[in-house]
């Protein structure tokens, strides 16, 4: 079982503003280890959507956009868009484990 | 470019090799992780070896049963995966590691573990 826990799922209409959460404990994000998040659309590999907290890779809209603070985390994708309707995962390292974890994952739905 | 191979149907308490080739990169740099995604389930980190072999992860859920390995010479990363189980069904990816994260995916390579 992941110690990250996100919400199972999330949904909006086009151009609205979804949040996902992204909770740890003070061995992973409140022990100050970075979150990241990736966006796993059916039936194709993840992609980077988050590295280091906030930082968007070239090539990911400004529509996501992505916080951190103690042990929590969110992402946020303001506008939505059909495109968008995926699996959604944030990620870090837990000390306690010594092992790198991933959420439990999100799954968006564009209604 | 990361491009996996050997998946296949295995029996349970069988063993699989997993190959995984890289291009399009200095493979010998960077460090690299296997991660899975089991029917109907989220993605599970497994396992990581660092750029130089000089340090290994794994998840509880493989420690034990699997071994992370890699050759810079072929630009290949491996899993072999021993005593496998029905919950070892999934999709296995690979991974390319940029510090903390992963910055390419392979496309990923299906293990079915079934009698």
């Known amino acids: 079982q992941s110690v990250l826990t996100q919400p199972p799922s999330v949904s909006g209409a086009p151009g609205q503003r979804v949040t996902i959460s992204c909770t740890g404990s003070n061995s992973n994000l409140g022990a100050g280890y970075d979150v990241h998040w990736y966006q796993h659309p059916p039936g194709t590999a993840p992609k980077l959507l988050i590295y280091d907290n906030i930082n968007r890779p070239s090539g990911v809209p400004g529509r996501f956009s992505a916080s951190k603070s103690g042990t929590s985390a969110s992402l946020a994708i303001t506008g939505l868009q059909v495109e968008d309707e995926a699996d959604y995962y944030c990620?870090?390292?837990?000390?306690?484990?010594?092992?790198?974890?991933f959420g439990t994952g999100t799954k968006v739905t564009v209604l | 470019q990361l491009v996996e191979s050997g998946g296949g149907v295995v029996q349970p308490g069988g063993s699989l090799r997993l190959s995984c080739a890289a291009s399009?990169?200095?493979?010998?740099?960077?460090?690299m992780h296997w991660v899975r995604q089991a029917p109907g389930k989220g993605l599970e980190w497994l396992t990581y070896i660092r750029y130089d072999e000089g340090n290994e992860y794994y998840a509880d859920s493989v420690k034990g049963r699997s071994t992370i390995s890699r050759d810079n010479s072929k630009n290949t990363l491996y899993l072999q995966m021993n005593s496998l189980r029905p919950e070892d069904t999934a999709v296995y990816y690979c991974a390319k590691s940029n510090g903390d994260y992963i910055n390419s995916w392979g496309q990923g390579t299906l293990v079915t573990v079934s009698s």
């Open positions: 399009g990169f200095t493979f010998s740099s960077y460090g």
């Open positions: 990620q870090s390292f837990d000390t306690s484990l010594t092992a790198y974890v």
